[in-house]
């Protein structure tokens, strides 16, 4: 009884030892994810040991149209810990341009489980990621990162390598203008309308490689708290009611981060609007020139370059930046801790048009020109950024947007929305980082006018739905039935035409009434409740009429504007037969992932909501 027992350990041992010695001797190849072919995504492949995805070969005068000569080097950007590194990539052929259908995974993917949205904002408060071991950021500590001097300090040191890089010529000539073409993932001709002497280009080329060269070296370390993230907006003047509209909306969908509003200058501060109203809201104002004139700089800074220096300056390490009029429709926290932002640390949404950069761009910055089918141009209105793992992208862009009088020209040639929404993109291609733009492409949502069909707001799409669907070779961008995949849910909302700003919104009858006078909807269509999965105008109005009736006469702009909240009030009750007094639960609340709604949050009423802080 005991020699046979006694040999089955043997054997058993004998076994374990030899496995032993083949983990030990052979190793053990991990298992490599199957590489994407992703047009609207850029890889470092740096670290990675796997051969790169070969793309389809294109046939004929198409071969040539849409493969660069050649790829990046790549300048051994920061990575994030625990982050995959992707290889690069380029796109795929169109199933029309192979001429063949691709056929779909047979996975359908489904569209997520929805609860509702609270209806009146709760008490927020400030968060920081829940997986490090770094002290988390609360509003009021004293850290350098949330204090001037710190940011001052910053400056400084990175103040004198925007100088020693100034282009040291005019800004390029336009001989016409770039006009909006609609995106197309079909190759098509990239406009060239810009004219500059050979000299020029040379030194603009030699100040662009001077920059890269400083930040090679021993650049200025950007000033935040580790372990952090929050929201960045720009606003002021006028723009700052539209926010309080949109820092309401923002407070709806049950986020809780907090949120830095950065200013021009202190005439711009408003001292009730930043002391008491944003800080109820987890908001605090910061003032741009507090810190941009504490270094001498010879660019005047104003508009559209604001933005990056409000990233710079957020004291946070991953980032959010919403524009002052974009409303957030679901809670933005979930954003931080999915894919594509965890493993791209940058994450940009489409515009309408495809790009307009001007080949000369691509020669200054010693960079194949990517054929125009490889993604939409960019829509800044929403930005996602990890500054830890985006430092020199982030920088680059100040570079591009500090010298935009050139580089505003080269991006877009005259054509529609010029300014800072392609500096992001190019600036992460330039140093071979990692970014993600959402493929689904920008919706127009509008209503009638006496002209015809006006369009007032931009949807634009869940990133992490649009990354599942891309995963599995879907694409609404490229076939719009996708094998009857749904498209990612609305998740921002940008509304530009008219701004939502109480004082001047209702002076805008062509858009507030229809032709008979009476109030109508900003966003009309049989569909519209379908695909945000309830009334968000109604919900976005009674944040309007709030603002109105509760601030009103407390912005520095409404001084002297009277009976802005009757005018909100009878709007509200005209188009959607409410008077804005908010009930307990909405009639047709937004949609709301499921697992979402398991997060324990506070959900009292916010004391800035209490009727005692109503104007008079």
């Given at each position: 009884m005991f020699l046979p027992r006694f040999q089955t350990k043997l054997l058993a041992l004998a076994i374990i030892v030899g496995l032993l010695y083949l983990l030990t001797t052979q190793g053990v190849t991990p298992r490599t994810p199957a590489t994407f072919s992703y047009p609207f995504s850029h890889h470092n492949a740096t670290s990675d040991p796997s051969p790169p995805l070969v793309p389809a070969t294109p046939s004929g005068d198409e071969k040539e149209a849409t493969e660069p000569e050649s790829k990046p080097q790549p300048l051994s950007p920061p990575k994030a810990p625990n982050t995959p590194v992707q290889q690069d990539s380029r796109p795929k052929e169109s199933n029309e341009a192979k001429g063949s259908?691709?056929?779909?995974?047979?996975?359908?993917?489904?569209?997520?489980?929805?609860?509702?949205?609270?209806?009146?904002?709760?008490?927020?408060?400030?968060?920081?990621?829940?997986?490090?071991?770094?002290?988390?950021?609360?509003?009021?500590?004293?850290?350098?990162?949330?204090?001037?001097?710190?940011?001052?300090?910053?400056?400084?040191?990175f103040a004198p390598l925007l100088a020693s890089a100034v282009?040291?010529?005019?800004?390029?000539?336009?001989?016409?203008?770039?006009?909006?073409?609609?995106?197309?993932?079909?190759?098509t001709e990239r406009y060239d309308v810009l004219s500059m002497p050979d000299d020029d280009i040379a030194k603009m080329k030699a100040a662009h490689e001077k920059f890269l060269a400083g930040l090679h070296g021993k650049p200025a370390e950007l000033i935040y708290t580790p372990g952090t993230r929050g929201l960045v907006t720009t606003a002021g003047g006028s723009y700052l009611p539209v926010f309080a509209v949109s820092l309401r909306m923002l407070r709806r969908t049950g986020t809780t981060l907090p949120m830095e509003v950065f200013l021009a200058d202190q005439k711009e501060y408003e001292s009730y609007i930043c002391d008491h109203v944003f800080p109820k809201l987890n908001a605090r104002c910061v003032v741009l020139s507090d810190i941009l004139d504490a270094a001498p700089h010879a660019v005047s800074i104003s508009h559209y370059q604001y933005k990056v220096f409000a990233m710079i300056f957020s004291s946070f390490e991953e980032v959010l930046f919403l524009d002052s009029d974009?409303?957030?429709?679901?809670?933005?926290?979930?954003?931080?801790?999915?894919?594509?932002?965890?493993?791209?640390?940058?994450?940009?949404?489409?515009?309408?048009?495809?790009?307009?950069?001007?080949p000369m761009y691509y020669k200054i910055a010693g960079q194949p020109v990517p054929p125009l089918s490889i993604r939409q141009s960019t829509e800044s209105g929403e930005l996602l950024l990890n500054k830890n793992t985006h430092t020199k992208s982030l920088l680059l862009a100040t570079y591009y947007n500090y010298?935009?009088?050139?580089?505003?020209?080269?991006?877009?040639?005259?054509?529609?929305?010029?300014?800072?929404?392609?500096?992001?993109?190019?600036?992460?291609y330039a140093l071979n980082e990692t970014f993600y733009q959402v493929a689904e492409p920008v919706k127009a949502i509008g209503h009638a006018t006496s002209k015809g069909w006006h369009g007032s707001a931009m949807v634009q799409y869940d990133p992490m739905e649009d990354y599942n669907l891309t995963q599995h070779d879907i694409w609404h961008n490229r076939d719009k039935d996708a094998g009857g995949a749904s498209p990612p849910r609305p998740f921002f909302l940008h509304v530009n035409v008219p701004r939502l700003n109480p004082a001047k919104v209702f002076d805008h009858e062509e858009h507030t009434t229809n032709i008979k006078g009476e109030p109508q909807h900003l966003w009309q269509g049989d569909t519209i409740h379908a695909l945000f999965g309830g009334d968000v105008e109604k919900q976005v109005w009674e944040e309007v009429k709030w603002v109105s009736c509760e601030l009103e006469n407390k912005f520095e702009t409404w001084k002297d504007v009277k009976g802005l909240c009757d005018k909100a009030t009878k709007y509200l009750q005209g188009a959607f037969g409410s008077s804005g007094e908010q009930s307990k639960e909405p009639e047709k609340p937004l949609a709301k992932p499921a697992q979402e709604a398991s997060k324990t949050k506070e959900e009292a009423p916010h004391p800035f909501g209490a009727s005692s802080e109503k104007s008079t």
């Open positions: 259908q691709t056929a779909v995974p047979s996975t359908k993917i489904q569209a997520p489980q929805y609860t509702p949205l609270p209806i009146e904002p709760g008490i927020p408060k400030a968060t920081s990621r829940p997986d490090t071991t770094k002290a988390a950021h609360v509003m009021n500590q004293t850290s350098k990162a949330n204090t001037t001097e710190g940011q001052i300090d910053f400056w400084k040191e282009p040291d010529c005019p800004p390029p000539e336009r001989l016409g203008k770039a006009e909006a073409q609609p995106f197309n993932y079909k190759p974009a409303f957030a429709l679901h809670d933005s926290d979930q954003l931080f801790t999915s894919e594509p932002f965890t493993n791209h640390g940058l994450v940009t949404w489409p515009d309408y048009w495809a790009s307009s950069a001007s010298y935009g009088s050139h580089y505003y020209t080269l991006f877009s040639q005259g054509a529609a929305g010029e300014g800072d929404k392609e500096t992001f993109i190019a600036a992460a």
